[in-house]
Each structure stands twice: as C-alpha cells, then as structure tokens.
C-alpha cells in the first residue's frame, strides 16, 4: 500500500507581492520560478525545499474577474495567510484506494473524482495533473485547509518540483531543511467527522489519542528529519475558517518572517 507524502504549503499573495518576491525574500530562501495555471487565474512561484516538499506563494491575476475569482475556491481566503496543504501519490492509481477507504469510513466527507489541471512554466514546459479535494454530504466544497487536497502527477513530478535537479534552490539563507509538522484547527463541532477522514487516510495507525488528534506523513525525499506530523484540534468558537499552521525544521531553530504577518518557527 502506498503511503502519501506531503506535497505542498499553499500560501495566498497578492500579485504585487508575487513580483517582488525574490527581492522580499533573499535573505530567507531562494525563490524558484512558477508559472501561469492553466485557467489563466493564478500564478505561482515556489520555494523549494530539501525535503521535496515546496510552499506554493500564488496569486490571482491583477485583472483577474472578480466572479470567476469568488467561485475559486481559494478566491475568499485572506493574503498573506497558509490557506491549503496538498498529498500525493507515487501515482494516480493508488487515489481510488484513499477514495473507498474515506467512503468506508462513514464520515461525513468524501473526495471528488480527480479533476485535471496544470500550467506553463516560464521556460515553456507543459506541467500536468490532477486535483481532487474533499466535499461534504451534500456535495458543496468545504473550507480549504481544514483535510488536505490531492495533487498527483501525470507529467513527472521533478518537472513540477526541481528540487533534486536543482539542488542550489534548496540551499536556503535561513538554513530550513523541511517541513517538519503541520497543525490545523477547525470548528469543534467537525473535529469527529475531519478526525475519521484524517484515519482512512493513514491507516493502520490513525490518531494517537486524545485531541489534538496526530498522524505521521512521509516526504517526497523520504527524509527522517524533523518530526513529520500533523496535528488536528479544535479552535475557539465553532465558526470560522480552519487554520493552519506549519513548523520548519532547519539548521538554526528560531523563526522566519515568510510574509508580513506570517511568522513561522523553526526547529
């Protein structure tokens, strides 16, 4: 049985931001170059990181429609914030698997059918893949970040994610090595029902007690470093958008400033 491994970090920017960025941030990381998404939405660049996984800073176009970016379902999330995580697969044909085991699970949530996508990187190569994100009972899409989204290749992944062909990118000022673990809370009143879904996902050791509910992912580079764990807990309230959080883990513990506002430590 395949395990999933932590793909990437979604973070929101402005357009503005995503054309500065490599001034903005060379003193922390080396900003590899994205691209345009296939829709003609959004663009991204990323920073990659040692262990494979890389955090996505994309943004809308600045003439982007409003109403096509209000039915994105990033379109609503606040800049400058960790809005989404992805997994994937060593392939596609292992999803089905992930699919009927959430299904068996009984849980109020289910992941769509994979729906393809891609963009164009800035040297022209064709990327392509597909997506697959969770939906409630009713079928309507739940609030990003809250269970991970699915991205798995169809082109090969070091052509989305350069991080071994171009080791020098991943050799960062700040000396962060990986992704070392990755919270998230969200309303009370989901935390069973996310809880189950977070279980069929990792079978067979599934949470480790009581809350906030823990799971063990691997990374792409198959890396021991660092404590590769996502935490599940409840927020205060029971409205409001999930949050994510993410630890680096890297050669000087501290924390980085990734963007104004967000502040991420390291260990």
Known sequence: MSRPSLDHIVVLISHDTLLTLSDRLQHLFFVAPGGTHADGLTSNRLILLPDGVYIELIAFAKDADPEQRRKHRWGSRKENTIIDWALTLPSERDFAAIQQRVLASNAVFSYQNPVAGGRKRDDGAILEWVVSAARDAQGNAISPGSLPFWCLDRTPRNLRVPYQEQ????????????????SVSVPEAQLSDLSTVYDAIYPPAGSTGLPPLNWHYEVPSGSSVGKHNISLSANEGDEGEPVVRLTFHGETPGQVE???GLIIAVE
């Open 167 to 182: 080791p020098d990118l991943t050799q960062h000022p700040s000396g962060v090595l990986g992704i070392s673990s990755l």
């Open 258 to 260: 990734l963007l104004p």
